[in-house]
């Protein structure tokens, strides 16, 4: 599985402990920035870029990371196709996937240390989407608001 990942300077050193993380995990991990740390660099100049890539490519997930969590997930569901949670822990990001079909997973670095990201990374990225056909019916009514 192809994952995007992203960050400013708040989520850069979770981002780096993830990306080692995920590529030892035998996925295959695309950074699209921050590529050094650079302190006050924006979140949307990351988590766009994120989106973007899976507003195209629905088999791939992103990752998008900053300090509270809240500014890139609000970037990354104002694409296409892209279904964005704030990742609260394990159990809540096992539903978003089986239920709602999450495709991009949003981490508050200032509140999450890289063991709780690890564990909620890896439950997100093996929990298939269910298929019944309420959580189908309802995807369906969300890709019709404009």
Same mark, same amino acid.
């Given at each position: ?29 695309? &950074?699209?920035? !921050? ?5 006050? +660099?924006?979140?949307?100049?990351? =988590? $766009?870029?994120?989106?973007?890539? %899976? ?44 239920? &709602?079909?999450? !495709? ?5 670095? +200032?509140?999450?240390?890289?063991? =709780? $990201?690890?564990?909620?990374?890896? %439950? ?23």
């Amino acid at each position: 599985m192809l994952i995007y990942i992203g960050s400013d300077h708040r989520g850069f050193q979770l981002k780096e402990s993830l990306k080692n993380f995920l590529k030892n995990s035998g996925y295959e991990v695309i &950074d699209l920035g !921050n590529a050094q740390f650079q302190d006050g +660099d924006d979140y949307p100049d990351f =988590a $766009a870029p994120v989106a973007k890539k %899976i507003s195209l490519d629905p088999s791939a997930r992103g990752i998008v990371i900053c300090g509270s969590g809240a500014g890139v997930d609000i970037v990354a569901n104002r694409h296409p196709n892209v279904r964005s949670v704030l990742a609260i822990n394990p159990d809540q990001v096992a539903v978003t996937r089986s239920d &709602d079909d999450t !495709n991009v997973l949003s981490l508050a670095a +200032d509140y999450t240390d890289e063991e =709780a $990201a690890r564990k909620i990374v890896s %439950i997100w990225l093996q929990t298939p989407f269910s298929g019944e056909e309420r959580h189908q019916r309802r995807l369906k009514k969300i890709e019709k608001i404009g």
